[in-house]
């Protein structure tokens, strides 16, 4: 997946909220892509979900996989984009279930800022967001890079 095609699924789901994650999302705080990408995890709040699956069917994707209320894919024959929903509070902060059983992801109200992607703004999630995420699990090389890139630029501490 390239920055065009990240800018055209951005541009088609406005004014919907999405926020990048993933390694779009750290490619974005670092306002550079460092490699290539298989995909783009989009969060997304949850009540906006119709319209944004219709603004993307615009597009030509369509749901290839359904492992809701956690995530679903859906795919164009060529990418796919990675959907999180996200329930939003008052004050900002938002939850993702984890799983069917009640288990959730917690994003405090001030990971959600903005990044770049080919010199245009974009919404995403904050670096300690990111590095929250990458815990619990071994790190592919891939992972292993895109902390070492936020420790870089950010100074941020990383558990690997």
């Known amino acids: 997946m390239d920055a065009r095609t990240v800018l055209r699924v951005l541009a088609a789901v406005a004014p919907n909220e999405v926020w990048l994650a993933g390694g779009w999302g750290i490619d974005a705080l670092l306002g550079r892509?460092?490699?290539?990408?298989?995909?783009?995890?989009?969060?997304?709040?949850?009540?906006?979900?119709p319209a944004v699956r219709r603004a993307l069917g615009t597009l030509g994707y369509h749901e290839t996989l359904d492992l809701r209320p956690v995530r679903f894919v859906l795919s164009d024959g060529a990418t796919e984009l990675d959907l999180h929903p996200l329930v939003f509070a008052e004050n900002g902060s938002a939850t993702q279930k984890a799983d069917g059983e009640g288990a959730v992801f917690r994003y405090p109200a001030d990971c959600f800022v903005t990044g770049s992607v080919d010199g245009v703004e974009v919404p995403c999630i904050s670096a300690a967001q990111q590095i929250f995420f990458h815990q619990g699990y071994a790190p592919r090389p891939r992972d292993l890079a895109d902390m070492r890139h936020l420790r870089e630029a950010f100074g941020a501490d990383t558990h690997f």
């Open 33 to 49: 892509q460092t490699r290539d990408h298989g995909d783009l995890d989009l969060l997304h709040r949850s009540e906006q979900e």
